[in-house]
């Protein structure tokens, strides 16, 4: 829990501070949010984000990786996802050679071939292993993105990846990240991940923002859009969250959504501009299908009204 | 970051304010364990602790793990920390972790059933008798229908129940182990093997693919049509739980409760009591279309990820069955890899889908079988352990 001279140079000092760096990098944080990043920079730790798809839990590392002038290492989780993908690999083809250069040299000392094709240079480093190794910018920011996709048994593997911050390989011994890397873990709750990996962590979840702060966010992620668009936009999206959907649209829906509408160079809202826009906002057939008809009319007045 | 820059009288502070309030937690039912309790003592002299909104997130990111929890710690958080002079007071109400939850020892229960006149009266009823002289007790009890046993046959029952066991293999993973007959080459281990003698290749080593059972969501009808049989199946599923690790369970009357926590615990009276506390409409109403809504809404996708097979165990009596009942049904149809009805109405021989709400849930079902006696049951494991068809079959079938 130490932090280095050199990179605690470039971490902000407060919770102000960092919410100040992520708006520089046009991320309009929650208090909370920055809270908890501040925090888990101060203390080492990873952070856990939890949160329905869409509402930004990957693009903070982006921004903070950006921001803080350090690599970003992305290791992206999927069913099956194991040791040879996520930290490292031999690279067998060219151990075969080598052997084959042995033999054709003459040389039969076991231990030197052993120590040999078993160096650095076979090694094909994946994320994990990358992310543990000494940066000159300072300790990368490691993303473990939907954690909740990968199966148990990688999820179990972690967790001494996360509290020790090293790897055990057979035939190399233990390499130990001179400097903790930043983690982000984000999840979108396909699945539950288990306590004892989420108590190495700080947790939050992360929601939806509020009208203000997303109109915010679309005015300053959709520059050429107009005051009025931009409001009905976010209106329009708030109450759409209200409603009973399979599948309610996240921030990242809103920017798609008020750039397709600024593309098509719309002023406003219209039911017939909506209609075409809205595999944009929706995703599920059967949400769709809710919102013709009344369903429609009823959000558009809503979004509309005293504009 | 230690918290030793501080004055020793405010850290002592700190310490006594964090320790009464994870005390206060824990007594609310959140796990806290001491790690947490260190976690925010180094946490809250890194930011300014004049400033609540803050204090509240960092303590949130430290105490609260599970979404679920987030309500709970906000009422403690806005309890506990309304005035600096008051949550002394209130330390002194809240018990120690472990006089507050001291456990029911687990065989009491049944030493006092042991003990006391048998729960159920022998039910004169004769709807099936099926009883032979040349049938032996243990078939009687086979055959015989959970709603009409007496006292006795329901303990054989249960026992019979929890030395059920599912087989275990039965999904392909993408993971590999090392395997003499699998497809893929294992270069690495073939390598390390072949520098024993040199660099000559002499065994080639493989991988297979990991196999492992597929995950089962139960779907559990508690309405009071269902309340001979509830019992019986929460044993059931409890003892396939112990088995195999992916097993969720979910309650239903006239709302959705998640048990599978509660029915985690070793003993199955220690875990069939906290499943009943979870629940509040144990035994009341039913609303079918209305659970499996919230079901597909908010659990669907965290469960039934991996291809789950779906046992729904109901009567299907439903009072307000409409076209929503069908929407629903074929929902989780097409979410899950199987979906298995389980309805105990089916043992009358001369049962037809006449109730509504039974015709609406039909056609959205692959397999529907009767299950209530322990014959049953045996298929029904008999019919898990078989290979599964291939995955996502429905969705070549248009949406009804």
């Known amino acids: 829990m130490t932090l280095s001279a050199n990179s605690s140079s470039a971490l902000p000092a407060s919770v102000d501070a960092m919410l100040e760096l992520l708006t520089s990098r046009g991320y309009l944080a929650e208090r909370s949010l920055a809270t908890v990043t501040y925090l888990s920079l101060r203390m080492g730790r990873p952070l856990f984000l939890e949160g329905e798809a869409g509402v930004g839990k990957t693009e903070i590392a982006k921004v903070l990786s950006a921001a803080l002038g350090r690599k970003l290492i992305r290791l992206q989780c999927y069913e099956g996802l194991d040791v040879s993908s996520a930290v490292y690999e031999w690279n067998s083809a060219a151990q075969m050679i080598a052997i084959r250069m042995a033999e054709a040299a003459g040389d039969t000392d076991r231990e030197q071939l052993s120590s040999d094709i078993f160096a650095d240079r076979y090694m094909i480093k994946r994320p994990l292993l990358q992310a543990l190794e000494p940066d000159v910018a300072g300790p990368p920011v490691l993303l473990i993105d939907e954690l909740d996709r990968a199966d148990e048994a990688f999820e179990a593997y972690l967790l001494e990846i996360l509290s020790d911050f ?14 903790p890397p930043i983690v982000i873990i984000t999840s979108n709750r396909t699945r539950e991940i288990h306590d004892a990996l989420k108590r190495r962590c700080l947790y939050h979840w992360v929601d939806y923002p509020a009208a203000e702060r997303e109109l915010a966010i679309v005015k300053s992620r959709v520059p050429g859009i107009s005051a009025k668009l931009s409001q009905q936009v976010v209106r329009f999206v708030q109450a759409l969250r209200n409603q009973d959907f399979y599948k309610s649209p996240g921030v990242a829906e809103t920017i798609d959504w008020a750039t397709a509408l600024s593309e098509l160079d719309a002023r406003s809202l219209t039911p017939q501009v909506v209609g075409d826009t809205l595999g944009a906002l929706l995703k599920y057939q059967d949400d769709i299908t809710r919102m013709q008809g009344d369903t429609l009319q009823k959000v558009l007045k809503e979004a509309t009204s005293e504009t | 970051m230690a918290i030793n820059h501080l004055a020793p009288e405010q850290t002592e502070q700190f310490a006594d304010n964090i320790v009464g309030f994870a005390r206060a937690l824990r007594a609310a039912g959140m796990p806290v364990g001491p790690g947490a309790v260190i976690d925010a003592m180094n946490a809250l002299p ?27 710690f906000k009422q403690a958080f806005n309890l506990f920390f309304r005035a600096s002079e008051e949550w002394k007071h209130m330390l002194d109400s809240v018990p120690l972790p472990d006089q507050a939850k001291k456990k029911p020892q687990a065989g009491a229960r049944r030493v006092q059933e042991a003990m006391s006149q048998p729960r159920m009266t022998e039910t004169p009823q004769h709807q099936e008798q099926d009883l032979r002289l040349s049938v032996s007790d243990k078939e009687i009890l086979q055959k015989k229908d959970f709603a009409q046993m007496s006292a ?59 196999e492992k059972p597929a995950p089962i969501v139960a779907l559990l009808d508690i309405s009071g049509s269902m309340s001979e049989y509830t019992r019986l199946f929460l ?26 926590r509660a029915l985690r615990q070793r003993d199955p009276d220690e875990a ?33 990820s991996q291809g789950a097979i779906v046992l729904l165990i109901s009567d299907g009596l439903e009072r307000e069955a409409d076209s929503k009942l069908a929407f629903e049904m074929d929902r989780l149809h097409r979410s899950c890899r199987r979906l298995i009805w389980l309805n105990p109405l089916l043992r009358f021989g001369g049962f037809e889908a006449k109730a509504q709400g039974i015709k609406m849930m039909l056609p959205h079902v692959d397999e529907f079988r009767p299950v209530h006696n322990l014959s049953s049951i045996q298929e029904l494991i008999t019919t898990l352990s078989r290979p599964l068809p291939p995955h996502h079959r429905s969705l070549i079938r248009s949406a009804a």
């Open chain 2, 152 to 210: 006795a046959e329901i303990t054989e029952a249960l026992r019979a129940i929890e030395r059920m066991r599912l087989p275990q293999a039965e999904l392909l993973t993408r993971r590999h182990r090392p395997d003499s007959r699998g497809l893929r080459l294992d270069l690495r281990r073939t390598l390390r093997a072949s520098l024993r003698t040199g660099g000559d290749i002499i065994d080639i080593h493989r991988l297979g693919r990991i």
């Open chain 2, 235 to 260: 044993h059931f599923l409890h003892a396939i739980g112990d088995a195999r690790k992916r097993v969720s369970v979910f309650l239903f009357g006239t709302r959705l409760t998640n048990v599978t």
């Open chain 2, 46 to 72: 890194v930011i300014d602790i004049g400033n609540r909104a803050d204090v509240f997130t960092t303590l949130e990111a430290i105490f609260v793990k599970r979404h679920e929890h987030a309500l709970i």
């Open chain 1, 166 to 179: 090293q790897v055990t390989i057979p035939e190399f011994g233990t390499v130990k990240a001179p400097h």
């Open chain 2, 272 to 304: 069939l009591a906290s499943c009943s506390a979870a629940v509040e409409d144990w035994a009341g109403g039913t609303r079918i279309s209305a659970s499996l809504h919230n079901f597909n809404k908010l659990w669907a996708r965290r469960v039934l």
